[in-house]
């Protein structure tokens, strides 16, 4: 098995649209997203969500791992999760303004 540690996607998403960050991981893939950045490039605060969707699974109340959490002006929030995903799964964002950068750090396992 080969490890690949890398930045794993780079996204700042149109405002108030559910957007891909990262996957759908690809067969015979496993991924560990370790950090996920979030950057207000703004003068104004900012909401942001993080849902994690299993296997191509349809928006749903349950995968959030962040709902409408805030951002301060020119500020800069990091989660270091250990977030593991599987084929078929899915890291998606969510931002209220246009102003949110996401960066997401890991590695990509290989059979």
């Known amino acids: 098995m080969a490890t690949t540690y890398k930045i794993l996607a780079q996204n700042s998403p149109v405002a108030t649209t559910p957007t891909l960050l990262y996957g759908p991981v690809g067969t015979g893939i496993q991924t560990v997203v370790s950090t996920i950045a979030i950057c207000n490039r703004g003068n104004a605060a900012s909401t942001y969500r993080i849902s994690i969707r299993e296997n191509g699974a349809a928006d749903s109340s349950k995968q959030y791992i962040v ?29 209220a303004t ?10 990509e396992i290989s059979d």
């Open 98 to 107: 246009n102003t949110l950068s996401f960066n997401a750090f890991g590695s």
């Open 67 to 95: 709902f409408d959490a805030s951002v301060p002006a020119t500020s800069t929030i990091t989660y270091t999760l250990g977030i593991t995903l599987k084929t078929g799964d899915a890291v998606y964002i969510y931002s």
